[in-house]
């Protein structure tokens, strides 16, 4: 009997050679295909054999085997074979994806589910719903304390195979059938010799009476222009970032690539529980949160503009919330014990579309009615943000203490500008005791900033 995997959360495999199989139902127009990337502690490949799919079919060292489809209607299984006693030194894990060719995209796959089999362990993951999204990292599988482990992952990327190899670090060539470069810019007046339709001969001697050809790159193909994100500097002197990125408190901001569907997921250790949310300043001054739990005067909302959380996710397994605030007093902190030492990761994932309207997005992580005692530096909170074309921004509590009744942690602030998504490191936390959410405002430049404490106090616990 399979056991369900919730997505964020990871167990214990029984072996470490096993089996990862997808499956979904037909449809006309849909087109999924296989992906598996080998990669090391930082979560990129080594090079192009660490990229294993149906042309591509094993990995040198055998660790990952890519499966025929069994034989099933339209291609609808997938499957991958692993063998994790035979990654290389310095590889980590076995990600496996999902990518949708047809132009459906995964909202129109119907019945979609995984299954990763190792010796007596059978565990299911069953996805969120998609929109867009045309790649998928379903699952990791990997060694940890030297104990195999699967992951249940399900993050989207709206550009496909192209974004998913570009988030594992494999170069990819430029698309072929790119429309033709412009021509080159006239040449400043050179010695009087008029070109021929033949190319010319290797440069010669500047004796001769036939001039070299123009030296590269001012060839009739120039280098491309750049990215139309932003130019080289904006004007508070943010640059544009790519691939993966690390931040703390003190570092400058970030500026990445917008893209039309952006991901915020807060992570933390397994054992306990925080809820994750996110306020919502608008262009007109107003600030909207995005929660899956009420807070004084501030009922639940699970969506607004394009900011939306895809759901709680409880201690090892994802459960509703209360329908109404609890007796007074229970679950107080200092009246609990202590958790349980941490296993493995959970994490919430917020969906944020950055429509114009939407000036800032501030993700939020909050110490649950279910948590007990436990600090964010012992939980090991961190927030990523991706931006689902290759660029991930990761911002960690490290500089949290050991208190266990500070509940509210403020990662970093996501800025939408015209020309790209700054990234803003804060790592704030709430005062000792307090359930008060932060609150937005405005200060003299015009800046959105953080009150931390100044907003409502939370229901799912007392204050």
Known sequence: MSTPLPMGTNQRLAATSGEVVVRHAPGAGVDVNLTAFV??????VRGDADMVFYNQPRHPDGCAVFHAPAAAPDGT???LGFDLARLAEGVTKVVVTLTEDGGAGFARVGGLQAHVTAGGSDFELTPPAFTDERGLVVAEVYVRGGEPKVRAVWQGYAGGLAALAAAHGVETDAAPDAAPAPPAPPAPPAPSTSSTSTPP???LPPSTSTPPPPPPPSTSTPPPPPPPTAPSSSSSGINLSKGSISLVKGDRPVMIEKTRRMTASVSWAAGTDYDVYALVWTTDGRQTDVAMFDADGV???QQFLGVRHRGDVGRGERHARPAAPQ?????????RTGPPEP???QLEVIDIELSPEIDAVLPVAYSAITNGTGSFHRYQVSLAIDNGAGTTVRIDAVNANQDNRIYTCVPGII???P?????EPLELYSRRGSEHRPALRLDAQGQVVVEMDAGPANQIKDD
Do not use: C, F, L
């Open 39 to 44: 990669v090391t502690a930082d979560g990129s």
């Open 77 to 79: 299984t997938h499957r």
């Open 201 to 203: 001969p290797p440069p």
């Open 299 to 301: 009922p639940p909302r």
């Open 327 to 335: 007796k007074k007093g229970w679950g107080r902190k200092a009246d």
């Open 343 to 345: 296993q493995g990761e």
């Open 415 to 417: 800025r939408n500008r």
């Open 419 to 423: 020309e790209g998504v700054v990234i």
